[in-house]
């Protein structure tokens, strides 16, 4: 029986050894397959109510749950550059944030070397108010995200968020700045410049509902 | 659970009988292979392309001429890539990513295997096993996985035939095909069933 027992014990070790054989996927993955792009929105908002909209001049940079600053990179650039030809193209007249814009466009890059499970809600826990609302002229109001919604996603690198703000009706819904879309890119190489403008155009192709 | 434990049972029985009959042969026969698997039923679902690596080995008790008993054990590992699309999930959430399916199964099982024809050049047989499979799914969003593993029954029918090498020995090519029953009911997967093609070889240890 002791030979048996090696028998089975040498059977089970080479199977297990054969099982490093496996196939593994992000070998098989180039950079722009290896991106997702999430987006969500708020599914009671009429989108073509708005016409205008502003876009932040720089970027909120957020590294482990702390804002640690606000820049304009080239990717930055490119990025909110390209947010805002979206947004004229499908209809949307771009003003000044002193103009009493309908929406207000806000992009984070947000780095987070910890895993674990992506949810928007935290995502505005930690950050809500991250644009004091004075800066779009909406002093003493809150920011409030559209729902709860929660990624199944590890979180091993950053990501670029997008948020749109709903300021036309802040006042009507109790001094709440509600978003009424967000749109979240993350993967490999997602912050270089020459893929800036294609992971807007995927957030926005995505979400053919959202034009004046 | 209740059936796995019933089959898993008679399969142990089938065994501790064959005990007598190993201890007077004292003829241990060891096996392995290679084998394609085939995903099928709501498998295919999940990931349509062939399991091109898939391995097996196993032990044999001869309780005669033509019926052995054994345990193996299975390795097949599957994948399939997706293209970019855009996945709606109803509630204002929308997901574009390529994904990537990857299963690796892990069959362990007891079985029986009964030779149609005791002489010949070919030798028909059909087998039947069952026991466990240990199956890890990893689901891939772009770079983002999700992995789970989980001990499911699994229950498998064979048919094929042996060539015997040596008119002394019980050494043996073994070419078959299979079919492996195995239920998930987790993740979104109900089963991972496959048709199998194996070819192996089988030789006694003294």
Redesign the interface.
């Known amino acids: 029986m002791k030979?048996?027992g090696w028998?089975?014990g040498g059977?089970?070790l080479?199977?297990?050894t054969?099982?490093s054989?496996?196939?593994d996927?992000?070998n098989?993955?180039t950079n722009d397959?290896?991106?997702?792009?999430?987006?969500?929105?708020?599914?009671t908002a009429n989108f073509s109510s708005y016409t205008t909209f502003s876009i932040a001049d720089s970027v909120d940079v957020i590294e482990n749950n702390q804002l640690t600053g606000r820049e304009r990179s080239s990717f930055d650039s490119t990025v909110l550059t390209t947010i805002g030809s979206i947004l004229q193209q499908r209809g949307y007249q771009k003003v000044s944030r002193e103009s009493s814009p309908d929406l207000a466009i806000a992009v984070s890059r947000v780095y987070n070397t910890s895993t674990g499970v992506f949810s928007y809600g935290d995502y505005w826990d930690y950050y809500g108010g991250y644009w004091d609302p004075y800066y779009w002229g909406y002093g003493g109001f809150g920011y409030y995200p559209?729902?709860y919604?929660v990624?199944?996603?590890?979180i091993?690198n950053g990501g670029m968020e997008i948020d749109a703000l709903d300021l036309k009706n802040a006042s009507a819904h109790g001094n709440k700045i509600t978003a009424i879309w967000t749109g979240l890119a993350?993967?490999?190489q997602t912050f270089q410049t020459a893929n800036a403008a294609a992971e807007v155009q995927?957030l926005f192709d995505?979400?053919a509902y959202f034009k004046h | 659970m209740r059936t796995f434990f019933q089959y898993t049972g008679v399969a142990a029985v089938i065994i501790i009988l064959a005990c007598p009959a190993l201890h007077a042969q004292n003829s241990l026969e060891i096996s392995g292979g290679y084998n394609i698997n085939i995903p099928t039923s709501s498998f295919k679902d999940y990931i349509s392309h062939p399991g091109y690596k898939g391995f097996n080995v196993g032990l044999a008790y001869p309780i005669n001429d033509q019926l052995r008993v054994g345990l193996s054990f299975g390795y097949n590992d599957f994948y399939q890539k997706y293209p970019r699309q855009v996945y709606h999930n109803g509630s204002g959430s929308d997901i574009s990513a390529v994904v990537s399916n990857s299963v690796q199964q892990l069959p362990v099982l007891l079985g029986v295997n009964y030779t149609l024809v005791k002489k010949g050049f070919i030798r028909p047989y059909v087998g039947a096993g069952t026991g466990i499979n240990i199956a890890t799914l990893d689901q891939y969003l772009g770079e983002f996985d999700d992995p789970h593993t989980r001990v499911k029954w699994a229950v498998k029918g064979e048919a094929g035939f042996y060539i015997p090498l040596s008119s002394t020995s019980t050494t043996a090519i073994k070419v078959g095909g299979s079919y492996n029953y195995m239920p998930y009911n987790s993740d979104g997967v109900k089963n991972l069933d496959t048709w199998g093609i194996e070819a192996g070889v089988r030789f006694p240890i003294h």
């Open positions: 030979k048996i028998l089975t059977a089970l080479m199977i297990i054969l099982g054989c496996r196939k996927p992000l098989n993955l397959e290896s991106r997702i792009y999430i987006s969500n929105y708020d599914t559209p729902y919604a990624g199944v996603y590890s091993t993350r993967g490999e995927a995505q979400s």
